[in-house]
C-alpha cells in the first residue's frame, strides 16, 4: 500500500511539473507576442527619420515694447508700446542625431507699434470771454507710430522629445534693420474750459502751422534717426508635425523672441521689441 502511495505522489508530482512548465511557455509567447505588436502597432506614436527638407513659414503675432523709445524733434519718452507683426521666411532643415534637428531660416518680417502717453501743458495768456488772460493747463495726447522691416537669418534646434512628433526650438535671430518709420503726433484733447468765475476759455492749435490738421499736429515724421541696423536676439518655440502623404510636413510653430540688442543708439534709450508669433511651416523632404 505505501508503493502505491508513493507513485501516485510520483505521477501527480509529474503532471504537475509538466502543467507549470506548460504555463511559463505560454506566458513567455504571449509577452513576445505583445511585444511585437507594441513595435509594429501603427496606431503608437513612433519618431520618423528626418531627411533633409525645405519649406517656408508664414507668421502672424503680437509684439511688446521694452525699454524707452525717444523720439528725435522733442526728447519725449515713450514706453510700453505695442502692435502686430507678420513674418515670411523659407528654411533649410536636416537630421543631426536621434530626436535632433538642426535647420536655417532666411525671414523677412514687418512690424508696426504704437506707444502713447498723455500730459498737462501750461498755455499761457489764454483769453477769457471777458478779454481776460489767463495760464491753464490743458491735456495734451503724444503719439508714436513706429514701423520698421527685418530681413534676418535664424540658425535653430528641434529637439524631439520622447519619440513624438511634439518638438522645443531654440535659436537665434540675427537681423538687419531695412527701413525704419517713426510718425510722432501731439492732440490736443480740450477746447474749452469753465472758469470758477463762470467765464469760458476757449484754446486751439496754431491754424497757420502747415503741421496742425485741427486738433492734432505732426511733430515729427520719417525713419528713426540713430537706429542700431544690427538686430541680435533669441528665440525658443514649441510646435507639431504632421506628415502629408511621403514628402510633405507641415503644422505650426508657436515662438517667442528675446531682443539681445536695441533698436535705437539714442542717448538713453534702450529701446527694443519682443515678439509672440505664432506661424504655419510646410516643408518637402529632398530624399
Known sequence: ?????????????????RRLLFYILFF???????????????????????????????????????????????????????????????????EMMTHVVWGISGEYRYITMDSRYQELETLKDQQTSSGALVSLEVPFRHNAAFTTSMIGILPYVKVFPFD????????LNIGYLASTSLVHTKELLQNRAVLPTGETVEFSLDRNDPRVNGNVATIQTGELTQTNPLFIG??????????????????????????????????????????????????????
Open 1 to 17: 500500500m505505501t508503493v502505491i502511495i508513493s507513485k501516485f505522489r510520483e505521477i501527480i508530482g509529474f503532471i504537475m511539473a
Open 28 to 94: 513567455v509567447s504571449l509577452t513576445q507576442i505583445e511585444a511585437q505588436m507594441v513595435v509594429s502597432d501603427p496606431r503608437k506614436s513612433s519618431f520618423w527619420s528626418k531627411p533633409q527638407q525645405i519649406g517656408f513659414s508664414l507668421g502672424f503675432g503680437g509684439i511688446m515694447q521694452t525699454g524707452t523709445l525717444i523720439t528725435d524733434a522733442c526728447d519725449c519718452s515713450f514706453e510700453q508700446g505695442g502692435g502686430m507683426s507678420s513674418a515670411f521666411g523659407i528654411s533649410y532643415e536636416n
Open 164 to 171: 513624438t512628433r511634439l518638438f522645443t526650438r531654440f535659436g
Open 234 to 287: 533669441g528665440h525658443i518655440g514649441l510646435g507639431v508635425e504632421f506628415k502629408a502623404g511621403k514628402r510633405m510636413i507641415f503644422g505650426p510653430t508657436m515662438m517667442y523672441t528675446i531682443p539681445f540688442t536695441g533698436l535705437s543708439t539714442y542717448p538713453g534709450s534702450d529701446f527694443s521689441i519682443r515678439n509672440l508669433q505664432v506661424a504655419a511651416e510646410v516643408r518637402v523632404a529632398l530624399d
